[in-house]
C-alpha cells in the first residue's frame, strides 16, 4: 500500500494554527511523525478557507521549503485550485512530488494536466466531473474515461495517474460501498497501467464503530485493485490493516513488512 | 570485497533471506544491497572455491535459521525466504562443483520422502554427488516410496539416497527398505540416507547401508563402496 499521509491538512484546526503562525516547527514534527510511521508520500493542504488565493500561494511555498529539509519523501500537492498546485510543485526545486487533484472538468483538465507534464508529476484523478459525483460505477467511470482522455491530449502517460473511484457515506445509501469497490475494479480492468488511490474514512461517516468499518472496507478495497490510500499513517490499527490487507492479496514477499510491524509491538 | 568478506555477506544474507539486491531482508532497510545472487556471481567471477561457500556460508546459516525458529524468533515465511536463497546460490554453483570431463561413477537415485517437503540439504548433496562424477536423478521432494522403487528398478541404478528432515517422515526410509527386500531388488542397490533426524544407529535399525552425515560424507562413503 503506498500510504499518502494526511494529516498536513488546513481543514484540521490544529494544522490551521501552524499554518497561519508559520509554526515550523510542529509542521517538520508532523511530517517526521509521518515518514516514521511508514508514509510514501506527505500531502500538503493549506488551503485554511479564510484567507485570499495569494495568502494560500504563500502558505504552499512556505510549507513546501520547510517540508524539504524536514524528510527525503515526495510531497503530495493537495489544492482545489491549479495556481497553488503550481506554486508548490515550483518549490520543490525538482525534487518529485504528486499533485492532489484533477476531475473530468475541462477547468480542471486544462489547467492541472499541464502541469503533471510539466513536472513529470503523478497526479491524482477524480472519479467526477463538473455535476458532481456519479452515483453509478458507470457514471463514475465515464470520468475516468474522460481524464484518460486529457491525457492522452497532454501527454501525460497514464502510469502517472492514480483514480481515485470516491467514497460516499453508506450511512446515506447503502449501496456506496459496493458502487466504490465495483468502480475500482472497472478502472483497473480498463486502465491496467494505472494505479488507484482513495480517502477512506468518507464511508463511515455518520456511523459508531467507524474504526472497524474503515479498516474492513479497506482491506475489501485492496482486494478490488487499490494502490494507494490517503489515510493518517500515525493510526496503527489502519496501517496494520493495510498490512494485512497487502499480505493476503501476496503482495508482501515473505510477509516482511507484516511480520515486522508486529514485532516491533 | 576479498573471499572471507564474501563468504560472511552470502552466510549474513541467506539468515536475512535476500536472494537478489531489491529484496526485504529479515531486518529493515537492506534493500538495496548486494544479496545471495550478486554475492554468489562474485564467488564465480574471483574463482573462490564452491565448495567452500556450501561448507561456510550455506550450511551453517541454514542452522542458524533453524534455531531462529526453534526459538519462535523466525516464522515459516523467514525460514523459507532463506530456503529460496540456498537454491538460488547452488543454481549458480552447480556448474561449478563439477568435475569437467569425468566419467560416470554410476547411476544415483535421490529423494526426499514422502510427506516431506524440505529439499534444500538433498539438493545439496544431489549437486555435490554430480560434482564428484556420478550420475544423478533427482526424483524431487516428497516422493512416494512406489514411484521411488519404480524408478530405481527402471534405471537399473546402484545407488539410492534418501532424504528426510521430519522425525514423522523418516520412517518412510525403513518402509522403503522393506519395499526393496519384496521385490527382491535389495542386493541390486546401496541404500545411503541422511537428513537432520536420521542417524547411523537409525541406518542400522532400518537396514540401510549407510548414513550419511553431510555431502561430504556421502562421497566419502561412495568412494568406499566403490572400494
Ligand atoms: C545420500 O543421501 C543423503 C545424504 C545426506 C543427506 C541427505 C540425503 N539429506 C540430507 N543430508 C545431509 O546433507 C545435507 C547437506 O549437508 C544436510 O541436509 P539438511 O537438510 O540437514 O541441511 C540443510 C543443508 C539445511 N537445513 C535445512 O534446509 C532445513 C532447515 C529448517 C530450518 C527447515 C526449513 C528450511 C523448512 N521447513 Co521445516 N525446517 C526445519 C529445519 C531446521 C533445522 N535446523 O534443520 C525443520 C526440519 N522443520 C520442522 C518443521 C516442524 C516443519 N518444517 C516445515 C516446513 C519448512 C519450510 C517449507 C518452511 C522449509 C523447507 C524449504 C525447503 N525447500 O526445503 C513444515 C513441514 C513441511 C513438510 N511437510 O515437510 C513444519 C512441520 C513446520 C510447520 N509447522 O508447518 C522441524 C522438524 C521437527 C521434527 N521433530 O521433525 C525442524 C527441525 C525445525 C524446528 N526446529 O522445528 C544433511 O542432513
Same mark, same amino acid.
Given at each position: 500500500?503506498?500510504?499518502?499521509?494526511?494529516?498536513?491538512?488546513?481543514?484540521?484546526?490544529?494544522?490551521?494554527?501552524?499554518?497561519?503562525?508559520?509554526?515550523?516547527?510542529?509542521?517538520?514534527?508532523?511530517?517526521?511523525?509521518?515518514?516514521?510511521?511508514?508514509?510514501?508520500?506527505?500531502?500538503?493542504?493549506?488551503?485554511?478557507?479564510?484567507?485570499?488565493?495569494?495568502?494560500?500561494?504563500?502558505?504552499?511555498?512556505?510549507?513546501?521549503?520547510?517540508?524539504?529539509?524536514?524528510?527525503?519523501?515526495?510531497?503530495?500537492?493537495?489544492?482545489?485550485?491549479?495556481?497553488?498546485?503550481?506554486?508548490?510543485?515550483?518549490?520543490?526545486?525538482?525534487?518529485?512530488?504528486?499533485?492532489?487533484?484533477?476531475?473530468?472538468?475541462?477547468?480542471?483538465?486544462?489547467?492541472?494536466?499541464?502541469?503533471?507534464?510539466?513536472?513529470?508529476?503523478?497526479?491524482?484523478?477524480?472519479?467526477?466531473?463538473?455535476?458532481?459525483?456519479?452515483?453509478?460505477?458507470?457514471?463514475?467511470?465515464?470520468?475516468?474515461?474522460?481524464?484518460?482522455?486529457?491525457?492522452?491530449?497532454?501527454?501525460?502517460?497514464?502510469?502517472?495517474?492514480?483514480?481515485?473511484?470516491?467514497?460516499?457515506?453508506?450511512?446515506?445509501?447503502?449501496?456506496?460501498?459496493?458502487?466504490?469497490?465495483?468502480?475500482?475494479?472497472?478502472?483497473?480492468?480498463?486502465?491496467?497501467?494505472?494505479?488507484?488511490?482513495?480517502?477512506?474514512?468518507?464511508?463511515?461517516?455518520?456511523?459508531?464503530?467507524?474504526?472497524?468499518?474503515?479498516?474492513?472496507?479497506?482491506?475489501?478495497?485492496?482486494?478490488?485493485?487499490?494502490?494507494?490510500?490517503?489515510?493518517?499513517?500515525?493510526?496503527?490499527?489502519?496501517?496494520?490493516?493495510?498490512?494485512?490487507?497487502?499480505?493476503?492479496?501476496?503482495?508482501?514477499?515473505?510477509?516482511?513488512?507484516?511480520?515486522?510491524?508486529?514485532?516491533?509491538? | 570485497?576479498?573471499?572471507?568478506?564474501?563468504?560472511?555477506?552470502?552466510?549474513?544474507?541467506?539468515?536475512?533471506?535476500?536472494?537478489?539486491?531489491?529484496?526485504?531482508?529479515?531486518?529493515?532497510?537492506?534493500?538495496?544491497?548486494?544479496?545471495?545472487?550478486?554475492?554468489?556471481?562474485?564467488?564465480?567471477?574471483?574463482?573462490?572455491?564452491?565448495?567452500?561457500?556450501?561448507?561456510?556460508?550455506?550450511?551453517?546459516?541454514?542452522?542458524?535459521?533453524?534455531?531462529?525458529?526453534?526459538?519462535?524468533?523466525?516464522?515459516?515465511?523467514?525460514?523459507?525466504?532463506?530456503?529460496?536463497?540456498?537454491?538460488?546460490?547452488?543454481?549458480?554453483?552447480?556448474?561449478?562443483?563439477?568435475?569437467?570431463?569425468?566419467?560416470?561413477? #554410476?547411476?544415483?537415485?535421490?529423494?526426499?520422502? *514422502?510427506?516431506?517437503?524440505? +529439499? /534444500?540439504? %538433498?539438493?545439496?548433496? &544431489?549437486?555435490?554427488?554430480?560434482?564428484?562424477?556420478?550420475?544423478?536423478?533427482?526424483?524431487?521432494?516428497?516422493?512416494?516410496?512406489?514411484?521411488?522403487?519404480?524408478?530405481?528398478?527402471?534405471?537399473?541404478?546402484?545407488?539410492?539416497?534418501?532424504?528426510?528432515?521430519?522425525?514423522?517422515?523418516?520412517?518412510?526410509?525403513?518402509?522403503?527398505?522393506?519395499?526393496?527386500?519384496?521385490?527382491?531388488?535389495?542386493?541390486?542397490?546401496?541404500?545411503?540416507?541422511?537428513?537432520?533426524?536420521?542417524?547411523?544407529?537409525?541406518?542400522?535399525?532400518? #537396514?540401510?547401508?549407510?548414513?550419511?552425515?553431510? *555431502?561430504?560424507?556421502?562421497? +566419502? /562413503?561412495? %568412494?568406499?563402496?566403490? &572400494?
Amino acid at each position: 500500500m503506498i500510504v499518502i499521509a494526511e494529516k498536513i491538512n488546513a481543514t484540521r484546526s490544529a494544522v490551521r494554527e501552524i499554518i497561519e503562525q508559520r509554526d515550523e516547527g510542529r509542521l517538520e514534527d508532523l511530517a517526521q511523525r509521518q515518514v516514521a510511521a511508514g508514509a510514501a508520500y506527505i500531502d500538503v493542504n493549506v488551503g485554511t478557507g479564510n484567507g485570499t488565493r495569494q495568502d494560500e500561494i504563500e502558505s504552499m511555498q512556505w510549507a513546501v521549503s520547510r517540508l524539504l529539509d524536514a524528510t527525503d519523501k515526495p510531497l503530495c500537492i493537495d489544492s482545489a485550485d491549479a495556481a497553488v498546485l503550481e506554486a508548490g510543485l515550483a518549490a520543490m526545486g525538482g525534487r518529485p512530488a504528486m499533485i492532489n487533484s484533477t476531475k473530468a472538468d475541462v477547468k480542471y483538465l486544462s489547467t492541472v494536466m499541464p502541469l503533471a507534464q510539466r513536472y513529470e508529476a503523478p497526479v491524482v484523478a477524480l472519479a467526477m466531473d463538473g455535476q458532481g459525483i456519479p452515483g453509478t460505477v458507470e457514471g463514475r467511470l465515464n470520468a475516468c474515461r474522460a481524464i484518460a482522455g486529457a491525457c492522452r491530449d497532454y501527454q501525460v502517460p497514464l502510469a502517472s495517474v492514480f483514480f481515485d473511484p470516491l467514497v460516499l457515506p453508506v450511512a446515506t445509501d447503502a449501496g456506496q460501498g459496493k458502487v466504490t469497490l465495483n468502480t475500482l475494479a472497472a478502472i483497473k480492468a480498463e486502465f491496467p497501467e494505472a494505479r488507484t488511490v482513495m480517502g477512506l474514512s468518507n464511508i463511515s461517516f455518520g456511523l459508531p464503530g467507524r474504526p472497524m468499518l474503515n479498516a474492513a472496507f479497506l482491506q475489501m478495497a485492496i482486494y478490488a485493485g487499490l494502490d494507494a490510500a490517503i489515510m493518517d499513517p500515525l493510526n496503527a490499527d489502519m496501517m496494520q490493516a493495510a498490512r494485512t490487507g497487502d499480505a493476503l492479496m501476496g503482495k508482501d514477499r515473505h510477509f516482511r513488512k507484516y511480520s515486522r510491524a508486529l514485532r516491533r509491538q | 570485497m576479498n573471499e572471507q568478506e564474501i563468504i560472511e555477506k552470502i552466510a549474513f544474507n541467506v539468515i536475512q533471506g535476500r536472494v537478489t539486491e531489491e529484496d526485504e531482508g529479515y531486518d529493515e532497510g537492506l534493500e538495496g544491497q548486494p544479496a545471495v545472487a550478486e554475492l554468489v556471481q562474485m564467488v564465480i567471477e574471483q574463482r573462490i572455491d564452491a565448495k567452500k561457500v556450501v561448507v561456510n556460508a550455506l550450511t551453517g546459516s541454514m542452522e542458524t535459521v533453524g534455531d531462529k525458529f526453534d526459538k519462535g524468533e523466525y516464522l515459516i515465511p523467514d525460514m523459507l525466504a532463506s530456503a529460496e536463497c540456498v537454491g538460488a546460490a547452488m543454481d549458480l554453483l552447480g556448474p561449478h562443483l563439477a568435475d569437467a570431463g569425468v566419467q560416470s561413477k #554410476g547411476k544415483f537415485v535421490l529423494a526426499t520422502v *514422502a510427506g516431506d517437503l524440505h +529439499d /534444500i540439504g %538433498k539438493n545439496i548433496v &544431489g549437486i555435490m554427488l554430480k560434482g564428484a562424477g556420478f550420475d544423478v536423478l533427482d526424483l524431487g521432494n516428497d516422493v512416494s516410496s512406489e514411484r521411488i522403487v519404480a524408478q530405481v528398478k527402471d534405471t537399473g541404478a546402484r545407488y539410492l539416497g534418501l532424504s528426510a528432515l521430519l522425525t514423522t517422515t523418516m520412517r518412510e526410509m525403513g518402509a522403503i527398505i522393506k519395499t526393496l527386500d519384496e521385490e527382491g531388488m535389495r542386493s541390486q542397490v546401496q541404500v545411503l540416507i541422511g537428513g537432520a533426524p536420521t542417524s547411523q544407529s537409525f541406518a542400522d535399525e532400518i #537396514g540401510a547401508d549407510a548414513y550419511c552425515r553431510d *555431502a561430504f560424507h556421502a562421497i +566419502d /562413503i561412495l %568412494k568406499q563402496m566403490a &572400494g
